[in-house]
Structures are given as structure tokens and as C-alpha cells.
């Protein structure tokens, strides 16, 4: 078995154990697939293919990818892969580059009205082209470089669901790559020669954190090979008893119920719900 063979195998199980743990594609769905035109989107879609000729529940891919009016953008190379590869497609164009320049001082963070702006664009598409879920390309190196963000940052516990009701509460999102390694589907990508564009709008500071927070883990991966890999079983392995959450604490009933009229007055304040910034800023904003 040659090394491309190794990791068609490897990542279709990984993707596939995902979407069975959590049900993520159900019979008859039809799964709009956000094709950004990075590595992970498109080996998203080219996995999702092969498990649709390969499994017995029946459902649709969409991809969908959004020009969003950025200087220099050519989305030419990705068109004609998927026009070759037969996806069914469409190419949504909304200019919320102009929006977010106009919004955002140019020494500020873009990523989060960027990141929003996309998000609300996408989730009316899905509604307009009948999808019922939404498919991104959020991986393991995703989730973990969110959850040390979110525990450094904000104060929160939190990482990256494999499935999620939008706030609206009118889409369905899923991570069917969120088992897989980023090493293996960048090997993967550079095996498959996709056609990547370049995102060159980023580059602020909240992008710099998650760089740098990569790094952080690389770094503990080296003292510990498998620290990424425990890391990812930990967040579906969660020992709520031994958290600090008293609201989660009154639920499982190990702790007193929570009485919010008599909180200010407690010996024993509890710690704030989140916290700001190291140097006390404005907190990061996790997506």
C-alpha cells in the first residue's frame, strides 16, 4: 500500500467513525459542503465523495464556495477542479471585504466580523438551496488550538463540536473531519495537488494567537508524541464530577443549587464566568 492509498484508508475511517459517533449525515440529507479552497475543505469534499459511493445511507453533496471580494482573488482554479471532478456546485459572491475594512481599523483584528459576515451568508444559502446540514472543515489541530484559546483567553472549557444547531436554530453544522490530524491532510492535499487559494485578508492579531498557540502544542507534542491524541480522546472523555462548573455541579447533583439572589452575598465568591485578557483587554474571540 503506497503512501496515498495509506491515507485515503486512514482519513475515510477517521471521517467516517466521526459522522457514525455523532450521526452527523442521515438518510436523505443534502450536505452543502463550504469549499473555502483550502487544503482542509477540499480533501472534506473529496472524502465525503468517497463515502457517498461506499455507504448505504443515501444523501447529496453541495459545495458551495463564497468569493468574498478580496483584492487579487482568482477562484478560476477552483471552479474548474470541481466543474472536472463532476461536484455539483455554486459560487456565492458577496462583498463583505469592503464591509470589514470599512468597519475595522486596519491595526485591528478583521477575523471576527469577517468570520461572521461569512457565517450569516452561508447559513441563508444553505436555507435558500434546501440543505439541511452544513458541512466545515474543522480538523483536530482546530479544535485543540480553540480549546487552549478558549482555557488562556476567555476563561472557558470549551472546544469545537462535531455537530451544532446554529443559534438561529435553522441550520445543522458538522465537522466530519474532526478526528482527522492536520499533518495527514496536508500530506494528503499536497499528494492530490488541489488547487489551494491563498486567503491573504488575515494575518491580525487573533490569527498570530492561534499561530502561536500551534506552536505551543508542537512544542508538548514534542515532550509527549501522543500529547494531541490524548488531548482529542480527553475532550470526548469529560469527568463532569471533577470540573468546577457549579451550575454542572447542581445538575449532577453533587453541589448545593445555585441561588442567584444570595451569590453576592457568599463568603466564597465564585470566580468570574470568564475572564478577560492577560493584560486585562478585551477578551480574544474564539470561533
Given at each position: ?85 463532476g461536484f455539483s456546485y455554486r459560487i456565492v459572491r458577496e462583498d463583505t471585504y469592503s464591509i470589514v475594512t470599512e468597519k475595522i481599523p486596519a491595526e485591528s483584528t478583521y ?177
Amino acid at each position: 500500500m503506497d503512501e496515498h492509498e495509506r491515507l485515503t484508508r486512514d482519513l475515510t475511517r477517521q471521517m467516517g467513525r466521526c459522522i457514525g459517533d455523532f450521526q452527523l449525515i442521515e438518510e436523505g440529507d443534502r450536505v452543502m459542503v463550504c469549499l473555502s479552497g483550502g487544503k482542509d475543505s477540499y480533501t472534506m469534499l473529496h472524502m465525503l465523495e468517497l463515502l457517498q459511493r461506499r455507504s448505504p445511507v443515501r444523501f447529496e453533496l453541495l459545495a458551495v464556495h463564497l468569493d468574498q471580494g478580496h483584492p487579487g482573488y482568482d477562484g478560476t482554479p477552483l471552479e474548474g477542479w470541481l466543474t472536472r471532478r463532476g461536484f455539483s456546485y455554486r459560487i456565492v459572491r458577496e462583498d463583505t471585504y469592503s464591509i470589514v475594512t470599512e468597519k475595522i481599523p486596519a491595526e485591528s483584528t478583521y477575523c471576527s466580523l469577517c468570520s461572521r459576515l461569512r457565517r450569516g451568508i452561508l447559513y441563508n444559502v444553505a436555507q435558500d438551496l434546501g440543505c439541511t446540514k452544513i458541512a466545515l472543515g474543522h480538523h483536530r489541530d482546530d479544535a485543540l488550538e480553540t480549546l487552549m484559546l478558549n482555557l488562556m483567553f476567555t476563561g472557558q472549557l470549551k472546544a469545537m463540536p462535531a455537530k451544532l444547531l446554529s443559534d438561529d436554530g435553522r441550520n445543522v453544522v458538522i465537522r466530519p473531519l474532526l478526528y482527522c490530524a492536520e499533518p495527514a491532510i496536508a500530506r494528503f492535499a499536497e499528494l492530490e495537488a488541489f488547487p489551494i487559494l491563498p486567503c491573504d485578508l488575515c494575518g491580525s492579531q487573533e490569527n498570530l494567537m492561534r499561530k502561536q498557540v500551534k506552536g505551543l502544542l508542537t512544542q508538548v507534542e514534542g515532550m509527549a508524541p501522543k500529547a494531541k491524541e490524548s488531548m482529542l480522546a480527553a475532550l470526548g472523555n469529560v469527568r463532569a464530577t471533577h470540573l468546577l462548573d457549579r451550575d454542572l455541579s447542581a445538575r449532577l447533583g453533587t453541589g448545593p443549587a445555585i441561588d442567584e439572589g444570595k451569590e453576592a452575598g457568599s463568603l466564597s465568591p465564585a470566580p468570574p464566568r470568564t475572564s478577560p485578557g492577560l493584560d486585562g483587554a478585551r477578551r480574544l474571540p474564539v470561533l
